[in-house]
Every structure is written in structure tokens, then in C-alpha cells.
Nanobody
Framework: QVQLVESGGGSVQAGRSLRLSCVVS????????MSWFRQAPGKEREGVAL???????AYADSVKGRFTISQDNAKNTLYLQMNSLKPEDTAMYYC????????????????WGQGTQVTVSS
């Protein structure tokens, strides 16, 4: 089992920044891909960014150049630095873990956190 706990969400004005954290615990030895997803009310869950255990990362087009995913293996923590936030970034943000990095399709991920809310006002 793998446990994921997100934090760092909040309410900010457009143009500001937030950093999300996800503490990972449990049997993580075969979880080689960590990702952030988001889901706004009435919309499908959307993949935002992923990072492989090796460090390679990929981003959704909607966040490229504004968001940065990173991981601190010593602290078992995944981060999402979000800059230049826009109202359309408003959503519940989830971290997720998968055995391999096959993309940002939600069905590839075995474990999920409970989510942290991000609200961006104009």
C-alpha cells in the first residue's frame, strides 16, 4: 500500500504563486512515476504534470512554463510549484503514483491522495 497526503492549497489572486506538497509513504519501491492531476467541478480529471523516479518530467500544455514538478526523495515528498496562476487553474489537485510513466491518463495510476483545493480569483 502507498499513502499520499497533499497540502499547500489555498485561495490566491490571479498572477500569484502556490506550492503544493505531497508526502508519500508505504511501499513505494515499485512506484516509479509520480504525478499531479486536477479536477474542477463538472469537468473531467486532468493530468497536470508527471515526474519519473529518474527525474524526467512532462507537463500538460495548459501549464507549461508556469508549473514545475519536483521531488525530494530524502523527504519522500512531491512538489508542484505553480506560478502565474489563472482563474482557470481553480480545481482540486491530487497527487498520484504509478509503477511506470505511461503518460497523464488517470487510469494508469494506482494510488491517489485526498486532494487539496486551489482557488484562483481574478
Amino acid at each position: 500500500q502507498v499513502q499520499l497526503v497533499e497540502s499547500g492549497g489555498g485561495s490566491v489572486q490571479a498572477g500569484r504563486s502556490l506550492r503544493l506538497s505531497c508526502v508519500v509513504s508505504g511501499h513505494t519501491y515499485n512506484m516509479n512515476c509520480m504525478s499531479w492531476f486536477r479536477q474542477a467541478p463538472g469537468k473531467e480529471r486532468e493530468g497536470v504534470a508527471l515526474i519519473a523516479r529518474s527525474g524526467g518530467a512532462a507537463y500538460a500544455d495548459s501549464v507549461k512554463g508556469r508549473f514545475t514538478i519536483s521531488q525530494d526523495n530524502a523527504k519522500n515528498t512531491l512538489y508542484l510549484q505553480m506560478n502565474s496562476l489563472k482563474p482557470e487553474d481553480t480545481a482540486m489537485y491530487y497527487c498520484a503514483a504509478a509503477p511506470s510513466c505511461g503518460g497523464l491518463a488517470w487510469y494508469r495510476y494506482n494510488y491517489w491522495g485526498q486532494g487539496t483545493q486551489v482557488t484562483v480569483s481574478s
